[in-house]
């Protein structure tokens, strides 16, 4: 028997016979499960709510793209995409001052479709659109699996373009590089992040699973590099986290094999425990090098070690 004589046949599977009702069955399996609209989109998304107040009406999800902690809204429907619910995403991403736009339907009509489009070309680098179908699929016997599919998306190469002729600085587009390169390394060789952009800034955060509670890689002041777990839920969580962490401080630093700084930060909401290294964004390009792979080592040693931590104490 052949190869092509062993393959299955794909075959769709009608949504609305895995998820009854869009509001009480769709809405909660997609808020669970954002992390598979974020691999597709190249996006870390994090959940913060849903069915979250707009005026008289309500978004069906709220969350947070960790890489650059940017707002995001999800709209979605079990039906063929219709103005209603365009107008809805429009007052949605307004009132929540929204930077990520994200519309998932199971079949897109050309004129929202290109309604997205137009949007994403007539804005600039800091909101963004995307229209995503799902589909369910099966092969044979087997249980069917979701496909998100994303029918229009910013063009990130043209808004990359738009903003570097505006406003960002030499110094800024080197951090953007720099990032770009090691967020490809952890996501292609590690499946450590779904993010496939960086952005202009000395810093990149990426999701511990746990919202608002990530690891970061920092360029500090005075020429200090530090990769983080950082902690940015509201104050009494956050102190109160870290001091629990504070208790387990040998076994993790053992664990780490390294000193960690612990920074409660007393007068700000958030809290740190960090590992720091000497360099900045300046550096040599061969001590750039060096520093991109001082980073992915400890993130994944910090991934790795607090993860167990983390699961059990949020």
Not at 205 to 218: D, E, L, P
Request: charged content about 30%; aromatic content about 10%.
């Amino acid at each position: 028997m052949t190869n092509a004589q062993q393959l299955g046949k794909l075959v769709s599977v009608d949504p609305r016979k895995i998820w009854q009702h869009e509001a009480h069955d769709f809405t909660p399996w997609l808020a669970e499960n954002l992390d598979l609209l974020g691999e597709e989109l190249g996006l870390d998304l994090e959940i913060e709510d849903t069915e979250s107040a707009v005026g008289d009406f309500f978004a069906d999800i709220t969350a947070t793209e960790s890489g650059r902690k940017a707002k995001v809204i999800v709209e979605n429907q079990l039906v063929t995409t219709d103005h209603n619910h365009l107008g809805q995403l429009m007052t949605y991403a307004s009132g929540q001052r929204a930077d990520i736009v994200i519309w998932v339907a199971t079949e897109f009509r050309d004129e929202h479709r290109q309604a997205l489009d137009w949007l994403n070309q007539r804005t600039d680098d800091s909101l963004e659109f995307y229209g995503v179908t799902i589909n369910v699929k099966r092969i044979g016997g087997s249980h069917p699996a979701p496909e998100f599919r994303p029918v229009a998306f910013p063009n990130a190469w043209q808004k990359a373009t738009k903003t570097r002729e505006r406003d960002i600085s030499p110094r800024r587009e080197k951090q953007r590089v720099f990032f770009q390169t090691l967020v490809d390394e952890l996501r292609t060789n590690h499946g450590f992040t779904n993010a496939k952009t960086a952005h202009p800034q000395g810093w990149h955060w990426f999701s511990s699973g746990h919202a608002k509670i990530g690891y970061c890689a920092v360029f500090g002041e005075q020429s200090r590099v530090r990769v983080e777990l950082y902690l940015d839920r509201d104050s009494e969580f956050n102190k109160q986290l870290f001091d629990s962490l504070n208790e387990k401080r040998a076994e993790i630093e053992q664990s780490l094999n390294e000193t960690l700084g612990w920074e409660r930060l007393d007068t700000r909401k958030s809290s740190r425990i960090a590992l720091y290294t000497e360099g900045s964004i300046d550096s040599s390009e061969r001590d750039l090098r060096e520093l991109r792979e001082w980073m992915v080592e400890n993130l994944l040693k910090f991934k790795e070690v607090f993860s167990p931590y983390l699961a059990d104490l949020v």
